[in-house]
């Protein structure tokens, strides 16, 4: 009989926020520079890398932004688009050199954009 009475005086405990609302989730997208020591182990991908995609360009969210386009990253297993963004540059006379794929002996290798 006592396990019974504790069992009906706890429950409403146990169901405490299961009736809760659902929760908002807002995600936002931001770019920071990664500045890295040492040289960066490069990647030979046997695949031809597909055409560079024409990308429409939003406008700039303000002034200063430089857009930086698109480009396939290889996942160890397939190319998948990477859209271009809009970012700020590091100083104001910053340009931006697109990343490429390069082809050398056995493949392709992929050289990432950076800032000059």
Do not use: N
């Amino acid at each position: 009989m006592r396990k019974g009475l504790y069992a009906f005086v706890l429950a409403p405990f146990f169901f405490v926020g299961c009736a809760e609302e659902p929760t908002r989730v807002t995600t936002t997208t931001t770019t920071q520079e990664v500045t890295t020591t040492g040289p960066a182990r490069e990647v030979v991908v046997a695949r031809t890398p597909p055409a560079v995609r024409v990308e429409t360009q939003a406008l700039a969210p303000g002034p200063g932004y430089v857009w930086t386009p698109g480009y396939w990253r290889w996942t160890g297993t397939d190319y998948v688009w990477v859209s271009g963004s809009w970012v700020t540059p590091p100083r104001t006379t910053a340009v931006w050199v697109r990343g490429q794929w390069v082809h050398r002996s056995g493949g392709w290798v992929w050289i990432a954009g950076h800032w000059q």
